[in-house]
């Protein structure tokens, strides 16, 4: 027979191990767990990143920067984070959105608790809106119930199908709770090319009056691209309800690259594969791009989308 003294202290020793085991920072060091109420973002990495990383583009990085640190530091937040991101392809709206899910769940598209859904992939349907909307509701419901600060990434909202998205407008609105569930500690991104050409002509029009891209500010943008957006017949933000209830905090405008940015990705690119950056293969890289409008050749129509494929041809590597 066991001493009660021996006893004791087995379920003593096993108690501890198993507290131990099961204490929150323990386990999500092994198991990735939804961040704790008031964990706040690291705003120093967030800003040293974007700064290091995102090329060209002034006003996303500002106003991303401020609109996710007063979010994440607001305890109590009337309504979840809408950003609309806009702009020509490889102008860095897929990049910003990555850093951005990086820095609120560390595994960033990885994580469990962030959701990227593709237009084209997952609703490609015309004639299965309804059924589009049920599941996207299903889905953000179950998700934002396991986790409140999920993240959750629209991309090729240009291709989406009008109407799909307003699905989600109960989530975004002014509500303590939907059917139980608060969603004011979640944010949703747009990532859209609709309302490229409105901010490309902008752009231009500073360029031509003699004005630095710098000096471009969101009230200069932010009013063309709700209005254009809304009645963009191509854009799944087509006359929707999110619009106009005001749901979407901000219209984030991506700039067209020049040049001079191109050069940039170019080195970024040589850098993080380890190799030695080459300025004759940076100019090379950045001539090969094409560039409009056809007579100044100022902004680069892929932005810094065909980097990696145009660095992989010189063999001087």
Known sequence: ALEPLSVGLAIGVASALTGYLSHPRFYCHYVECCPRDGQRLNATALKAQLDNRLFGQHLAKDVVLKAVLGFSNNPSPKK??????????????????QILAE??????????FVHLFLATLHFPHHDQVKLYKEQLQNWIRGNVSACPSSVFIFDEMDKMHPGVIDAIKPFLDYYEE???????????????????DLINKAALDFWT??????????????????????NNKNSGLWHSS???????DYFVPFLPLEHRHVKMCVRAEMAARGYAVDEDIVQAVADEMTYFPKEQKIYSDKGCKTVQ????????L
């Open 309 to 316: 494929a145009k660095l992989d041809i010189h063999e001087d």
């Open 103 to 112: 820095h609120v769940h560390p595994a960033g598209l990885r994580s469990k």
């Open 242 to 248: 999110i619009i106009d209830r005001n749901l979407i």
């Open 209 to 230: 009056s003699g004005k630095r891209r710098e000096d471009i500010q969101l009230k200069d943008l932010e009013p063309l691209l709700s209005v254009g957006v809304f």
């Open 80 to 97: 979840p984070l809408m950003l609309s991101l806009h702009g020509w392809a490889g102008t860095g709206k897929n990049f910003l959105s």
């Open 178 to 196: 939907v059917d139980g569930v608060s969603y004011r500690k979640a944010i949703f991104i747009f990532l859209s090319n609709a309302g490229g």
